[in-house]
């Protein structure tokens, strides 16, 4: 990819973003150079990761705050990652490109994206986190995450933001136990959406006794709960404010480069393992490893055996080409 | 650990049995001798995953199908693995030793552990596969994995096995169209349970016509569609009829030994993934992580840049020890 796609993107150009969001995706080895040109200037959006479980309002709520931050300063820009659950037979997002563009898809200054989870093994977060840094390279002020909180991969990349928001709705006790579980720790803001549901403040109070589990240091973030009802727009704008009281709080001292340090260590070690993965996933490998299975199988090598022989092999003769992001 | 252990789990001593899945999960390093000692003796039980999303009432149904694999054959015995989705606050399983030990936990043919996600980024399907090697090697004929359906590593666990059991239940149209997703593909058994809910038979025509777009050769397994009530025991024999149907089946031909390879393959990537990963996050790795990630924030490196550098590194000095699953 030349330098013109870099210039391209730099300058907001909505079709260059689209196509290396898609590149990311399918080939992301090729993208390697753009993506390393684009980083330095990926830094200045803030960074909101959205996540809760299945039906709990993410997308509406998403919407709403898009038009709300539209709204309260008309030259802002938003862009908005959509991470979609999907379906290896009908090779495609499950939900599609959905109502939500209705509301907020003409907008000039908005960017919407929908990926897929489809074989993206291991690769889904690097996907998302590059096209996160496309849109805030292409001047995004902020660029939105958001994702089904459910799942290790899908839990850790809403994580990685500036500020992470858990959405939650009042629901079936046992269910809505299960998926909070792991969601509980990472929110910087609380969010119980539906609240004009039954059940809403018994839910709110809930979810406040488990913070008050948190540990918690003298100076700390205290995670607000607020209460929406997102297809109202219902709560909207003190949930922006919310937001916008934590960006604040990141800017004292070394907190955001403290936070913005982590989240490059955990790219890092994305690339690394990418890399890492990808020599075990050639078919010249995938049918040494077959062969290696059935000695294993037989009875001829333990498991830890063959482990230690395609170490010994992958450190041997091979060249670590970065670039080579896991493939299925 | 010396060879004692072993030969105790092989006469399936309920203790041994414990305290080894206590170390796979805690020092699976220390614990490769004696799994290789094991794996052979491992691949006599039947091994079936159950999973779902939450609240589709997979406990009660891994239940309600022990106890009529027992009432069958009252000589059979059923080890069971539970992975709890769990709280880093809590330090333990969520949903803790539930209210299904008092109908299964005190028949001695039953062993019953639950295991927590928590932490287990990578790891928790080497120590999932790991505890069912082990209840294998016991003597246990089936061992059930149950795990929440949602989540990379989570379905992938349940997929581990010569039977996938995949369970829905009748609900909330968008969530669970949403956890579907993932899951339709898995499964050599669906199972709609609770099915004595509204809409049950609608869910199940859709369950149905999902799986009509599942590319199938002749000759190819043709999942069911079981409707059960777990909690009345209703459907549970022929959902075990099915179970026994399916591993009929994989009997004729290669069909078992094609999906045991799959699986060792899987193992074994699994522990070369998790040595190589093990080098990433040693404390001292750590700093020197941090270092350079600061030096990509500042722009003096790319993010592709530090990468090779940490590739570099792994490949340089360092003894790559299998035995050091990645800690965090």
């Known amino acids: 990819m030349d330098k013109t796609v870099c210039e391209k993107i730099l300058s907001g150009d909505k079709r260059a973003v689209a196509k290396l969001i898609t590149a990311v995706e399918n080939e992301p080895g090729k993208c390697e150079a753009v993506m390393d040109s684009l980083f330095?200037?990926?830094?200045?959006?803030?960074?909101?990761?959205?996540?809760?479980?299945?039906?709990?309002?993410?997308?509406?709520?998403?919407?709403?705050?898009?038009?709300?931050?539209?709204?309260?300063?008309p030259t802002s820009s938003v862009g908005i990652i959509a991470i979609d659950p999907s379906s290896p037979f009908t090779h495609g997002a499950l939900l599609g490109d959905r109502i939500r563009m209705k509301r907020i898809g003409l907008d000039e200054n908005v960017f919407i994206r929908s990926m897929a989870?489809?074989?993206?093994?291991?690769?889904?977060?690097?996907?998302?986190?590059d096209a996160a840094d496309i849109l805030a390279a292409s001047g995004?002020?902020?660029?939105?995450?958001?994702?089904?909180?459910?799942?290790?991969?899908?839990?850790?990349?809403?994580?990685?933001?500036?500020?992470c928001v858990v959405v939650f709705c009042p629901g079936t006790g046992d269910a809505i136990q299960t998926l909070k579980a792991g969601?509980?720790?990472?929110?910087?803001?609380?969010?119980?959406?539906?609240?004009?549901l039954e059940g809403a403040d018994r839910f709110l109070l809930d979810v406040r006794a488990t913070l008050e589990l948190r540990e918690r240091e003298k100076g700390d973030w205290e995670p607000p709960v607020i209460k929406t009802v997102a297809t109202e727009e219902q709560?909207?704008?003190?949930?922006?404010?919310?937001?916008?009281?934590?960006?604040?709080?990141?800017?004292?001292?070394?907190?955001?480069?403290?936070?913005?340090?982590?989240?490059?260590?955990?790219?890092?070690?994305?690339?690394?393992?990418?890399t890492l993965e990808s020599s075990l996933y050639t078919p010249d490998e995938g049918d040494q490893l077959r062969t290696l299975s059935e000695s294993v199988l037989s009875g001829k090598v333990t498991p830890h055996q063959a482990a230690r022989k395609v170490i010994e092999r992958i450190r041997g003769g091979r060249q670590w080409a970065i670039g080579n992001r896991m493939k299925r």
């Open 235 to 274: 709560g909207i704008d003190e949930l922006l404010k919310e937001i916008e009281r934590h960006r604040d709080y990141l800017s004292f001292g070394d907190r955001l480069k403290d936070k913005r340090v982590e989240a490059v260590a955990k790219k890092i070690r994305g690339l690394v393992r990418n």
């Open 40 to 73: 330095s200037h990926s830094l200045a959006a803030h960074r909101i990761g959205i996540t809760g479980p299945p039906g709990s309002g993410k997308s509406t709520l998403v919407d709403a705050l898009t038009v709300s931050i539209r709204r309260k300063k």
């Open 117 to 129: 989870t489809r074989g993206a093994l291991g690769g889904l977060c690097a996907a998302a986190s």
């Open 140 to 163: 995004k002020e902020v660029v939105m995450v958001e994702t089904v909180g459910v799942g290790q991969s899908e839990v850790e990349i809403a994580q990685i933001s500036d500020t």
């Open 183 to 196: 969601l509980m720790e990472i929110g910087e803001i609380f969010v119980i959406n539906k609240s004009d």
